[in-house]
């Protein structure tokens, strides 16, 4: 089997909810340490929170979201309250991807912390 064959087949398969829950913690630590870090920035050098901020929480939200949409990429608690309100998700996969969106989003909070204070 080639690679080439090897990743179409993986492709195909469908991820388990280790994996989606793996993919919403990394993907909103990205988004959130990418947003923080450029709030962070223009606080620090006292430019305040113009339009370089706002670009950086939307290039924060559009790399995450391109890098986990394959898996789910929902980033957001209330992104995951909507989908199970609506159907969507099971109340034990809302909880986990809760807890997994959350863990990651201290994980990126703690190291602009780490960065700028330690």
């Known amino acids: 089997m080639s690679v080439k064959e090897w990743i179409k087949e993986e492709l195909k398969q469908k991820p388990n909810i280790f994996t989606q ?12 340490f990418i947003g923080l870090g450029t709030m ?21 939200m559009t790399i995450s979201v391109y890098m986990g949409v394959r898996i789910s990429a929902q980033l957001d608690p209330a992104i995951s309250f909507m989908f199970f309100t609506l159907g969507h998700m099971s109340f034990g ?7 997994a969106q959350t863990f990651g989003a ?12 330690g």
Request: hydrophobic share 60%.
């Open 21 to 32: 829950a793996l993919s919403e913690c990394f993907c909103t630590c990205l988004m959130v």
């Open 40 to 60: 962070a920035t223009a606080f620090f050098k006292g430019e305040g929170f113009g339009v370089g901020v706002q670009l950086g929480w939307a290039f924060a």
């Open 106 to 117: 201290f994980i990126a909070a703690a190291m602009i912390f780490g960065i700028y204070y």
């Open 93 to 99: 996969r809302f909880i986990l991807y809760s807890i």
